[in-house]
């Protein structure tokens, strides 16, 4: 018998003055959802307190004084904020996957957090690879954090925004059997190219794994986007980019893509439709020529692996 979930992308803003601002708004999304009888919700990338935009559209001469303030308003794991954030999960009997900047001591980290709908942080991960004007401002992830997770709504996994865009990464959450993919993109960023291509390419994971897809992106107010750069030529750099959207198994849309505003993407999620899709291709089952094709992931933290001089891989 087929079970089904709902699931649901937000496309919200964030508090540029308060990282409480923005918890609060995580929360109240998430009483939101509850009412709508929600099961699991995904947030955008880094979501809390903001996203760096100020690293896109300033000089890195200039990017001082903004990134020094998100350091000091970035939540640490664990904290108050993930505290707030699995009484917030338990209290709905809800999955969240919440996009973070995480502070660990001096650095700043992209990282995803999913919690089961029992409270319980099942995963804590960091982008592997931050992307062109992120690397002033993040570390670098590793691989120990790519993987899936056993939640109430089945198993899930999470890539961060051009994560997308490294085939070995998809594949080693293909390798565990993902049932729901959770994407996480900023929004308010690039233009309209960037949600074109964000389209192509969680429908294409969504083909190329047999999974769901949930993806979220952020939203910022003209006001916001005036006060991260006054300069009208330059403004079009933080518009468009928002494609918050739920992709089933075979690449089809579950409910109207958002693009613009704020709001919920809401769908159910008929899981019959993951063995219609596998039963033609499975890409790391009976489509997969294990003989001729792997994948090698070294597992280790990127603490560990700094303290050994080898290490243990997994193949895929």
């Known amino acids: 018998m087929s079970r089904t979930v709902r699931a649901a992308a937000a496309q919200i803003a964030p508090d540029l003055d308060s990282a409480d601002g923005t918890l609060a708004r995580v929360l109240e999304t998430v009483r939101d959802a509850s009412r709508r009888g929600v099961e699991l919700l995904v947030f955008p990338e880094t979501f809390v307190p903001y996203y760096p935009y100020f690293s896109f559209v300033l000089p890195p001469v ?146 190329e794994s047999g999974c769901f897809v949930v993806n979220a992106t952020g939203w910022l ?5 005036r006060r991260l750069m006054p300069d009208e030529k330059l403004q079009g750099a933080l518009r468009g980019g928002c494609h918050t959207a739920i992709v089933s198994p075979e690449g089809k849309y579950l409910a109207e893509p958002l693009t613009e505003g704020e709001g919920l993407v809401v769908a159910d999620l008929d899981f019959a439709l993951i063995d219609k899709r596998k039963r033609m291709m499975d890409s790391v089952g009976h489509y997969a020529r294990p003989e001729l094709l792997s994948l090698a992931i070294r597992r280790e933290s990127a603490a560990t692996t700094q303290a050994l001089q080898g290490g243990s891989f997994d193949d895929c």
């Open 62 to 207: 200039q990017q001082g004084p903004a990134h020094l303030e998100l350091m000091q308003r970035a939540p640490t794991v664990p904290g108050p904020m993930v505290d707030a954030v699995a009484g917030a999960a338990r209290e709905a009997g809800m999955v969240i996957v919440l996009g973070i900047n995480e502070r660990d001591h001096g650095s700043l980290y992209n990282t995803q957090l999913i919690f089961d709908a029992d409270g319980r942080l099942l995963l804590k991960r960091r982008k592997i690879t931050p992307t062109y004007h992120e690397r002033m401002v993040w570390g670098q992830g590793d691989a120990a954090g790519l993987r899936t997770v056993d939640t109430r709504v089945g198993r899930v996994g999470a890539l961060a925004c051009w994560e997308h865009y490294n085939p070995l990464a998809r594949y080693a959450l293909m390798a565990e059997h993902e049932e729901i993919h959770c994407a996480q993109f900023p929004g308010s960023l690039v233009g309209p190219i960037f949600a074109e291509q964000m389209g192509v390419t969680i429908r294409h994971h969504a083909l």
């Open 221 to 225: 107010h003209d006001a916001q986007i």
